[in-house]
């Protein structure tokens, strides 16, 4: 599938010349590859798009080696896009305009744990998986919690959030600073690491978000939480999947300070117990944890069961042991996997609307009624304590007919998101894919403020050319 | 005093034209003030510099009337600096350049309460008091307080904090969204009132900060609060404010959700208790809150109560009733006023310095071994939850000597901070007075960084010029 957009039909490969690419090699050696299966990979990610590969890929092991494979870019006009681990689902990674890959994958360095502050400074590589394996023995953790395990870096770039930001928030409220290379090459640090600061332009807030348009991050300084004296999860069973909307509209009106309310549709359990292994009743369902002190903890679930009775939610079945827990967050983790073997041979193409709290029943049942009326597979996960929910759709690829009914369903989703007075990515970023949308929510004087943005400090366009907007 | 930045000694007053001024006297009629009372009253703050007024004010009641002064001003290339209630710290409100101040403080209407949703959208002007009074009836509450009744405006142009960051987060944090009349007079609107949004650069948290050096932010939209079911106030003596911090380094370790935790040092009660006829001890003090259920607020007293005593604290002395609880906190945040009273004629001077919780204690003790050292009177209030404390000094203006020795124990105070892996203001912002520590802590490459974007979005400097760092 092409992307649907002029950023991507207009572009014009920039050729990496020869010279630039003798001197990576020089430098980089084998870690500069020009193979056929290397740049592939490196020319998609999840998203629905066939992979536009760059010209070559730069694996990257310091600060110091993404300046210099930037600088050299920067030099020959040519452009780079940011590789953490390849789950990007907007189309991110693709070489649309060609240029090179900078892969930080290898960048897998733990800098500093400051257990004592609740902050740690990570290499960008670094995945969440690791870094919470890295970090268990503080008795901190860190929340963030894309289904991926995507790294800390790419995570920044696209904004992302995940189960548990309704209660500890997103990349956006926990990236504390940042070490970038600019477009020039040069390496500037944004932030501190104190808790708060007045000091100057939020420079760490522009470029988380900014997918890579205005430099790569390299070292992330990030909040941690202590790891709560108690933890219960629970799933609770209802008869509607508006049902379960409502539940969660009013734990979050009520102010439970719940840290996980996720909703799974009837097709979303099928597909997760087929792939996990698990026998969870195939009705719409609440998958929620509860973090606090014992009796804090008791107190949330009391309140919760009570808001869920009376909308017809079942008893809730607890997950007793940290196994059990464990078991269901990675089956919940796994449900884009899952589901997209319910239909061999398919492609997805997820939803990622997000709106006002009041307005997420509207925005998630109009959204049920057009998926069935169309007779496409399709289910449904979502962080419904922030308003965020994705309708996915199971696609054949070599149907035309289908590729264009799901695109028009998605606008729809997406329009009606933005007229609830929501936004049209809750976290997954606008890439190529939702240029179009970006200049519909956001309106066509704030997209052009980003674009002198971008042009400022960017003036060559060359990092990750061709994405969020077109210039 | 002069401001002792380059930015100031450089500037080069950019005058009205008369033309102009003639433009907005028919505009806006007796809303355009030349009179030097109301310019002397606009060109000043809380800061000790002497006032430097702008040509006109104008007093604008609505974004178009400020979109059609910026648009004017842009014509003519004059300076505008916006003006909320004027209790800015650092001098942003001088017109060190010239040009007029667009008044705000007529622009006072709530626009729209959305209690379903926990938002609620203000014109600039409003003041967090006024906020909290017009939304009493939705059980929902605004927590960000700094010391001044601030316009909601300014504090989002400050990334102001307060007494309640240390658990609801800052304007950082809770600002939604805003309507900004850029340089050029244009009004777009950022952000959505979704709770999240991946979707393209965060100009929301760009504005928030920039101190009026990017646009004029007309109109905010802010997270709020349910009102927690408990709520109980007590204050703890220590025998030394270090044990006092070394509390409060605890609670924030222990990850107990403490919703005020404030020092106040045996002088700023002595202030505090001549000014609100109190009698509260004159020791060392932390000042607390905590919010949630009955049970959860008795839980979270308890543990604090014991890391207390281990420091020497005293038992809890009780707020029992909202009236008690009210008065100790409207004295808290009369604490400046008060101490001002300790001698008279005299001006302050506040540090505002943040630091990784861990380096309070060292950030602290060194600061106040200098004060005693200097035998100039000073007080302590700190938000050190945050991390965050105010070490102010009473200056008599007239001994230059005094003023001299204050600023260069304000400088070892920063650049402890720095030292430590903190910031240079917590709360305040750069104004005029920061602009060479806002080098120090983020680096020239990162100042850099931010002139390029002044530059792109304000290509004739005409937005609060010569404020946050030198052009």
Not at 84 to 98: C, I, K, P, R, W
């Amino acid at each position: 599938m092409n992307a649907p957009t002029p950023g991507h039909a207009l572009a014009t490969p920039r050729a990496v010349p020869a010279t630039m690419l003798a001197t990576l090699q020089q430098r980089f050696g084998e870690r500069c590859s020009t193979s056929a299966a290397v740049r592939e990979q490196h020319g998609r990610g999840e998203s629905v798009y066939d992979a536009a590969p760059p010209e070559a890929v730069v694996f990257c092991e310091s600060t110091d080696e993404v300046a210099f494979a930037v600088a050299l870019a920067a030099q020959h006009g040519v452009p780079v896009i940011a590789y953490g681990t390849g789950s990007s689902l907007e189309g991110h990674l693709l070489a649309v305009q060609g240029g090179i890959s900078v892969d930080l994958s290898r960048m897998t360095a733990i800098i500093a744990i400051n257990a004592e502050d609740l902050t740690v400074t990570v290499e960008a590589g670094v995945t969440r998986e690791q870094l919470n394996r890295e970090i268990r023995e503080t008795g901190l953790f860190f929340p963030i919690d894309p289904g991926a395990n995507a790294s800390l870096g790419g995570m920044a770039a696209t904004r992302a959030s995940g189960t548990n930001a309704v209660r500890y928030g997103t990349m956006r409220e926990n990236v504390l600073g940042l070490t970038v290379v600019t477009a020039s090459g040069e390496v500037i640090r944004t932030g501190t690491r104190a808790k708060k600061s007045s000091a100057g332009y939020d420079l760490t807030r522009l470029f988380v978000g900014s997918e890579g348009t205005l430099g790569v991050m390299t070292e992330v300084t990030l909040r941690l939480f202590p790891l709560p004296e108690a933890v219960s999860a629970a799933v609770c069973h209802f008869p509607s999947v508006d049902a379960a909307v409502q539940t969660a509209i009013q734990i979050i009106q009520m102010g439970v300070p719940i840290a996980r309310c996720e909703l799974l549709d009837a097709n979303a359990i099928r597909a997760v117990n087929r792939h996990s292994k698990l026998s969870l009743r195939e009705l719409p369902m609440l998958l929620m944890e509860f973090h606090g002190s014992e009796a804090g903890v008791q107190e949330q679930a009391e309140t919760v069961q009570a808001l869920a009775a009376e909308q017809g939610g079942e008893a809730f079945e607890w997950a007793r042991t940290p196994e059990e827990r464990t078991r269901l967050w990675a089956a919940r983790h796994q449900s884009y996997f899952a589901a997209l073997q319910m239909r061999p041979g398919c492609r997805c193409q997820s939803s990622d609307t997000c709106v006002p709290i009041s307005r997420l029943a509207e925005s998630i049942n109009e959204s049920v009624a057009e998926a069935e009326a169309s007779g496409i597979p399709y289910w449904i996960v979502g962080h419904v304590g922030d308003g965020n929910f994705h309708l996915s759709y199971l696609m054949d690829p070599n149907d035309p007919r289908e590729l264009a009914a799901v695109e028009a369903l998605n606008v729809k989703m997406v329009q009606r998101a933005i007229r609830l007075g929501g936004t049209c990515t809750g976290e997954h970023g606008i890439g190529l894919h939702k240029m179009g949308y970006l200049v519909e929510e956001a309106g066509e004087g704030a997209v052009a403020l980003m674009r002198s943005i971008k042009r400022a400090l960017d003036p060559q366009n060359i990092m990750n050319p061709g994405k969020v907007f077109t210039l």
